[in-house]
């Protein structure tokens, strides 16, 4: 069955850019209709979803992170990335790459349907 991977730093300091890399097995990335997205979970905090990479390469991102984040991939490798700039304290959290399906992606963590185990991430100097 298909299972994903988060990998990457668990300490990142703050200004830097923060990369993690979710690996997929057991199915294409490039699989028509599947979408492929990062949530992350501050300690104490709720769920937010950051963005995804769909089969067809593009990409869309929450407004509410300014620009700061990107998504790409590496399909010889069936793994997608996640950066995110200029991280602060604040961008602390557990992050976990997930999959959606539907001709529309969703911009909603609620519809993932496939999660990673997620990874921590702690930002600071």
């Known amino acids: 069955q298909v299972q994903l991977q988060e990998s990457g730093p668990g300490l990142v300091k703050p200004s830097e850019t923060l990369s993690l890399t979710c690996t997929v097995s057991g199915g294409s990335i490039t699989t028509n209709y599947y979408y492929w997205s990062w949530i992350r979970q501050p300690p104490g905090k709720g769920l937010e979803w950051i963005g995804y990479i769909a089969y067809s390469g593009s990409t869309f991102y929450s407004p509410s992170l300014k620009s700061r984040p990107s998504i790409s991939r590496d399909t010889s490798k069936n793994q997608f990335t996640l950066q995110l700039s200029s991280v602060t304290p604040e961008d602390t959290a557990v992050y976990y790459c997930?999959?959606?399906?539907?001709?529309?992606?969703?911009?909603?963590?609620?519809?993932?349907?496939?999660w990673g185990q997620g990874t921590l991430v702690t930002v600071s100097s």
């Open positions: 997930a999959r959606g399906g539907g001709v529309v992606p969703s911009t909603s963590y609620k519809y993932l349907e496939l």
